[in-house]
């Protein structure tokens, strides 16, 4: 949103007014410009310390392929999610919050 010029606390307030309004929109926030509305969210403290790491999601979803593989399932999206949960493992973020993957999803 941020890149097509949309303010993002305007953004907030139209998803979280909306059907688009969930836990991680309204109380666990991952967008660093809306800290003063979710001043608890992991964001507002850079992603440190984390309430569950990220290399602990990415464990979690190569389970999750791993067991849906062994049913015969394929998950594309699944496998997407996990290819950036890796791109930011890799790069340093294992121990942060998983929700600071919101900045492998900005171009």
């Not at 907030?12 to 309204?26: I, K, L, P, Q």
């Not at 964001?43 to 790491?53: D, L, V």
Request: charged share 20%; with cysteine; glycine share 6%.
């Amino acid at each position: 949103a941020a890149e097509l010029g949309v303010d993002m606390h305007l953004f907030d307030t139209v998803v979280n007014g909306s059907s688009g309004r969930c836990w991680s929109s309204d109380t666990y926030n991952p967008v660093p410009e809306l800290k003063d509305r979710y001043p608890n969210a992991p964001a507002s403290r850079e992603y440190s310390p984390p309430s569950f790491m990220l290399e602990l999601m990415l464990k979690d979803l190569k389970f999750a392929i791993e067991t849906g593989e062994s049913v015969g399932y394929t998950m594309p999206l699944l496998k997407e999610a996990t290819a950036l949960y890796q791109e930011a493992h890799d790069k340093g973020h294992h121990k942060k919050c998983f929700s600071s993957i919101y900045h492998y999803g900005q171009h």
